[in-house]
């Protein structure tokens, strides 16, 4: 028989960007440890708006680990205590009955809180728009092998790409640092063929918008491969490195329009 749980949350509570926020204690019973971590949330929140409440405001999208979207700290851990898993595909079996558990959103200066549990990722979106495309023409689908590429530079293209850019790496680095989130960004595209022709730009181009939104620099705590969910590797940072500092060299540097 499925066993059920008693919990407490503390949960924090902001009302909008420019408020102050704190955490909030609730009690819920009966959770099912079948049941996701968000739909443990969404319990809570039917709770709140059945006693007239305001539910807690969380993102979520695919709940498929696929996104990204479900951010949220818990008990100190982005994305809680299970290795290389989302938020939505954390299981209410890996806590116990009677426990506490503490709810934040990701903390971090250039992810400004906007409600709740929900926090402004665009400074995402704009390192990925100042270089994370190609400009060769893409047309229609062609034949998977039109270009051969090495078995294991294909694998590694792959291991970065699995980035889903939920920002759990800048949420527990000390440094607020997005290099492990910008070096997969940039080791997918730049370690391909249909990359190369402006990996320099984009290399430089990616770093600098990274640094102007305000993200700290990285002091290898590693960190933010211990909580990534998709176990993006600190070597991408190590490639990201190296791609920067050939950039540099060439002085290839030309803004991308
Ligand atoms: S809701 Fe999409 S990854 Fe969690």
């Known amino acids: 028989m499925e066993k059920t749980m008693q919990l407490t949350l503390k949960v924090w509570r902001q009302k909008d960007a420019t408020s102050d926020g704190s955490f909030e204690e609730y009690q819920l019973d009966n959770i099912s440890e079948g049941s996701s971590f968000l ?3 969404d319990i809570l929140s039917e709770k709140l708006v059945a006693e007239g409440r305001e539910p807690v405001a969380f993102d979520h999208d695919c ?11 818990i008990d100190g851990i982005p994305h809680g205590p299970e290795n290389a898993t989302t938020t939505c595909q954390l299981h209410m079996r890996h806590f ?34 100042s270089g994370g495309f190609i400009t060769g023409r893409a047309g229609s689908a062609v034949d998977a092998n039109a270009i051969p590429i090495e078995k294991q530079t294909a694998d590694h293209a792959m291991d970065a790409a699995a980035c889903i ?21 940039l080791t997918h595209m730049n370690s391909l063929p249909q990359g190369r022709a402006e990996k320099d730009r984009r290399t430089l181009a990616m770093v600098s918008t990274m ?39 060439k002085n290839f540097f030309q803004p991308v329009l």
């Open 39 to 41: 739909e443990m949330m």
């Open 63 to 73: 709940r498929e680990g696929i996104c990204g979207m479900c951010s949220m700290t």
């Open 96 to 129: 116990h009955d009677g426990q506490t558990i503490t709810i934040e959103p990701w903390r971090a200066k250039p992810f400004p809180v906007v409600k709740d549990l929900v926090v402004d990722r665009s400074a995402f979106d704009r390192i990925i728009q």
């Open 165 to 185: 850019g939920c920002g759990a790496c800048v949420a527990v680095c000390p440094n607020a640092s997005a290099m492990l989130f910008t070096s997969a960004k």
């Open 211 to 249: 640094d102007g939104e305000g993200f700290g620099g990285c002091t290898n705590t590693g960190e933010c491969q211990a909580v990534c969910p998709k176990s993006i590797s600190l070597d991408m940072i190590a490639q990201l490195n190296r791609d920067y500092t050939v950039a540099q060299t």
